[in-house]
Nanobody, 121 residues
Framework: QVQFVESGGGLVQPGGSLRLSCAAA????????MSWYRQDTGKEREAVAS????????TYVDSVKGRFIISRDNAKNMMYLQMNSLKPEDTAVYYC??????????????WGQGTQVAVSS
């Protein structure tokens, strides 16, 4: 059973930083490109940061580029998201999963509970 456990969220002030962690299990983690997703209330879930299976290439949506850094440790089946210079619009529940290209071929996708990030003064 594919499973993800996200942690590290919390309430921070604008301009603050947060580091999210994702523990993955139930599949060969090192074979897959992975992504961090976020979903704010009333909005669709979007991929904000992605990384190839070996960690050799990363992509970010423009809204987080230069502020967020995605990383992974394949030996530990772990993925991380360092978030800096946080803005109120970063407020969302953050999830980790396989990259969108992998999710598109799945009949059903397994999602963790996510971790809440709230950026507010």
């Amino acid at each position: 059973q594919v499973q993800f456990v996200e942690s590290g969220g919390g309430l921070v002030q604008p301009g603050g930083s947060l580091r999210l962690s994702c523990a993955a299990a139930g599949f060969t983690f090192s074979n897959y490109a992975m992504s961090w997703y976020r979903q704010d209330t009333g909005k669709e879930r979007e991929a904000v940061a992605s990384m190839t299976s070996s960690g050799g290439n990363t992509t970010y949506v423009d809204s987080v580029k230069g502020r967020f850094i995605i990383s992974r440790d394949n030996a530990k089946n772990m993925m991380y998201l360092q978030m800096n210079s946080l803005k109120p619009e970063d407020t969302a529940v953050y999830y980790c999963n396989k990259s969108p290209s992998w999710l598109r071929v799945e009949f059903r996708s397994s999602w963790g509970q996510g971790t809440q990030v709230a950026v507010s003064s």
